[in-house]
């Protein structure tokens, strides 16, 4: 593997991490059950991750600000217009990983 610094590295993790939030913003279709079923994490806990490294470094973000980060709208808005009831068979396929 080619030696890449840390400044570079770190460059490209974070070039990763907005492109991923770019295309769950744009795959509104895809509900967080169906990530959680499929991939073992979601929107939120994306999220979650988010404000956990902001408040290791001491940053005053919270919960709502670190949502609203990877949906691109307040949290309350994306549910009312991107959300769908869970199918029975998405519930049931439903482990509940991460405190979900």
Request: hydrophobic share 35%; net charge negative.
């Amino acid at each position: 593997m080619t030696e890449i610094d840390e400044k570079t590295r770190t460059e490209l993790e974070a070039a990763a991490f907005r492109r991923l939030v770019a295309h769950l913003r744009a795959r509104s279709d895809v509900q967080n059950i169906d990530l959680m079923n499929l991939a073992g994490f979601c929107r939120n806990c994306l999220s979650n991750w988010y404000l956990d490294a902001a408040q290791e470094r001491g940053l005053p973000l919270t919960k709502d600000e670190s949502r609203e980060i990877v949906y691109g709208m307040p949290y309350e808005e994306w549910k009312a217009t991107h959300q769908a009831e869970a199918s029975p068979a998405q519930k049931a396929a439903f482990t509940g990983p991460g405190g979900h």
